[in-house]
C-alpha cells in the first residue's frame, strides 16, 4: 500500500472516494485485447500518462469518475480505451439502437479531435464512431445516424438537435462522457448537457473530465456521477 501512496505522489496524482483501484505502470497492465495494444503502439504510446495510469484502472473496473488534469494531460485515451473495451463487453443480441458510448465536448473542434482518436481505437472492431456537430448539414447528419453507431461524439446543442429529430434514441447508451466539462459551462451548455445526461438510463457509466474545477461543474458532477472516484493531476484552479 505505501507503494500504491509512493507511486502516485511520483505521478502527482490525488485520488479520493471508494475503494479506489490502484493505479497501472503498463498499459499491458490494463489488460487490453491485443488489438487495442496494437493500435496504442501504432499511435507511439510506449506509457500511459499519469491521469491514464489512475483513470485507466478506474474506469476499465466500471467505476464513474472526475477526471481533473490540464491540457495536453493525455485525459482522450483515458476515455476512449475504456469505451472500447465497454462496448466489446456488451451481448451482442441487443434489441435497441443507438450509440452505446455518447461523448459531449464543447466545441467543434473538439469533437472532431475526440472522433479522429475514437476512430484509430474502434476501427479494428468495427466500431463505427459518428460525430454530430456542425460543419455537416443536418440532414445528412440525420442519415448518418439512422444508418446506425455504437458511439457518438457530440457538441450539446447538435445532439440535441439531433434527438429532436429522432435521428437517435439512448435507449442503449449505458457510456457518457462530459469532456472539458468546465468550458461547456463557460459556453453556457449547462441546459443542453442536463437535458442530455436525462436522456440517458440512470444504470449508465458517467465520466466527466475537465482541467479546473469551478463551483458549478462540481455541483454537476455531485448530482449525476454514483460514487464516483476522484483523480486530480498536479495543480488545479477552481
Ligand atoms: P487532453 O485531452 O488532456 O488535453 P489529449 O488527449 O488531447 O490531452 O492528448 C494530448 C496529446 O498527447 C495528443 O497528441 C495525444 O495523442 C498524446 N498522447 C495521449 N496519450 C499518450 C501516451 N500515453 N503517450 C504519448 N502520447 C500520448
Ligand atoms: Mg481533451
Same mark, same amino acid.
Given at each position: 500500500e505505501q507503494d500504491v501512496i509512493d507511486y502516485r505522489k511520483s505521478l502527482a496524482i490525488r485520488v479520493s472516494g471508494f475503494d479506489v483501484p490502484k493505479p497501472v505502470k503498463t498499459f499491458e497492465?490494463?489488460?487490453?485485447?491485443?488489438?487495442?495494444?496494437?493500435?496504442?503502439?501504432?499511435?507511439?504510446?510506449?506509457?500511459?500518462?499519469?491521469?491514464?495510469?489512475? !483513470?485507466?484502472?478506474? &474506469? /476499465?473496473?466500471?467505476? *464513474?469518475?472526475?477526471?481533473i488534469a490540464k491540457t495536453g494531460s493525455g485525459k482522450t485515451a483515458?476515455?476512449?480505451?475504456p469505451m472500447i473495451v465497454h462496448i466489446m463487453d456488451q451481448p451482442?443480441?441487443?434489441?435497441?439502437?443507438?450509440?452505446?458510448?455518447?461523448?459531449?465536448?464543447?466545441?467543434?473542434?473538439?469533437?472532431h479531435q475526440i472522433y479522429l482518436e475514437a476512430k484509430k481505437f474502434a476501427k479494428a472492431y468495427?466500431?463505427?464512431?459518428?460525430?454530430?456537430?456542425?460543419?455537416?448539414?443536418?440532414?445528412?447528419?440525420?442519415?448518418?445516424?439512422?444508418?446506425?453507431c455504437e458511439i457518438v461524439v457530440a457538441t450539446p446543442g447538435r445532439l440535441i438537435d439531433?434527438?429532436?429529430?429522432?435521428?437517435?434514441?439512448?435507449?442503449? !447508451?449505458?457510456?457518457? &462522457? /462530459?469532456?472539458?466539462? *468546465?468550458?461547456?459551462?463557460?459556453?453556457?451548455?449547462e441546459p443542453q448537457v442536463r437535458s442530455i445526461v436525462g436522456q440517458i438510463r440512470p444504470d449508465r457509466q458517467t465520466l466527466l473530465f475537465s482541467a479546473t474545477m469551478p463551483r458549478k461543474v462540481e455541483k454537476l458532477a455531485r448530482e449525476i456521477l454514483s460514487d464516483p472516484v476522484r483523480v486530480t493531476v498536479g495543480e488545479v484552479g477552481m
Open positions: 497492465e490494463c489488460g487490453f485485447a491485443p488489438q487495442i495494444m496494437a493500435a496504442i503502439k501504432k499511435q507511439g504510446y510506449e506509457k500511459p500518462t499519469s491521469i491514464q495510469c489512475q !483513470a485507466l484502472p478506474v &474506469v /476499465l473496473s466500471g467505476r *464513474d469518475i472526475i477526471g483515458a476515455f476512449v480505451l451482442e443480441l441487443q434489441k435497441e439502437e443507438g450509440p452505446i458510448g455518447v461523448i459531449c465536448a464543447p466545441t467543434r473542434e473538439l469533437a468495427g466500431i463505427r464512431v459518428s460525430a454530430v456537430y456542425g460543419g455537416m448539414s443536418k440532414l445528412e447528419q440525420f442519415k448518418e445516424l439512422k444508418a446506425g439531433m434527438l429532436k429529430m429522432k435521428a437517435l434514441t439512448m435507449l442503449r !447508451a449505458t457510456y457518457l &462522457v /462530459l469532456d472539458e466539462a *468546465d468550458r461547456m459551462f463557460d459556453l453556457g451548455f
